[in-house]
T-cell receptor, first 112, second 111 residues
Framework: NAGVTQTPKFQVLKTGQSMTLQCAQD?????MSWYRQDPGMGLRLIHY???????DQGEVPNGYNVSRSTTEDFPLRLLSAAPSQTSVYFC???????????FGPGTRLTVT | GIQVEQSPPDLILQEGANSTLRCNFS?????LQWFHQNPWGQLINLFY???GTKQNGRLSATTVATERYSLLYISSSQTTDSGVYFC?????????????FGKGTKLSVKP
């Protein structure tokens, strides 16, 4: 199993550009989530999904959209990037919300 | 929501030393997980420990949910233990049931 994969590993955007961060898992996990990590801080939840077709907002959802059309994929979309979105983004998955979570390798995003 | 406090924020050890990392949380929890973020940024799940004690090699964790804390023990530390350790409690009825992460303890193990 590849586990949780994320692409790209690094990305530089200009203010106002849009992009999609990809996340996929091959463990047949129902629960998937997106976090951002800023220097000196823990991880903050952006959006999460408890199954295909179901998504909900986390602690810091503004500026981000998600959808979950399949069990395997959970892309995160930035519609109009802002410098405040410069961060490291992690995708995670688990069998359900209340089981061990497994993280992808992360995407380092810089918005200039 | 749950407030999470980890201590110490930074810890420097000589290889071979033992250490205890603490995680305090402000409300009752149903679950707690410990993660290690290595110097390359990868997050690894160490323990899923809602209560009691678990051991995995040189690492062990104890959660006392009634007293609202969890401890992570590292024995005979190695340089590969360096990185940031996060605890993440979870209350099924709070924060929509999601994990809440502390700010972490940064551990540096010197050879």
């Amino acid at each position: 199993n590849a586990g949780v994969t994320q692409t790209p590993k690094f990305q530089v955007l200009k203010t106002g550009q849009s992009m999609t961060l990809q996340c996929a898992q091959d463990m047949n996990h129902e629960y998937m989530s997106w976090y951002r990590q800023d220097p000196g801080m823990g991880l903050r939840l952006i959006h999460y999904s408890v199954g295909a077709g179901i998504t909900d907002q986390g602690e810091v959802p503004n500026g981000y959209n998600v959808s979950r059309s399949t069990t395997e994929d959970f892309p995160l979309r930035l519609l109009s990037a802002a410098p405040s979105q410069t961060s490291v983004y992690f995708c995670a998955s688990s069998y359900s919300m209340f089981y061990e979570q497994y993280f992808g390798p992360g995407t380092r995003l810089t918005v200039t | 929501g749950i407030q999470v406090e980890q201590s110490p924020p930074d810890l420097i050890l000589q290889e071979g030393a033992n250490s205890t990392l603490r995680c305090n949380f402000s409300d009752s929890v149903n679950n707690l997980q410990w993660f290690h973020q290595n110097p390359w940024g990868q997050l690894i799940n160490l323990f899923y420990i809602p209560s009691g004690t678990k051991q995995n090699g040189r690492l062990s964790a104890t959660t006392v949910a009634t007293e609202r804390y969890s401890l992570l023990y590292i024995s005979s530390s190695q340089t590969t233990d360096s990185g940031v350790y996060f605890c993440a409690p979870q209350n099924y009825g709070g924060s929509q049931g999601n994990l809440i992460f502390g700010k972490g303890t940064k551990l540096s193990v010197k050879p």
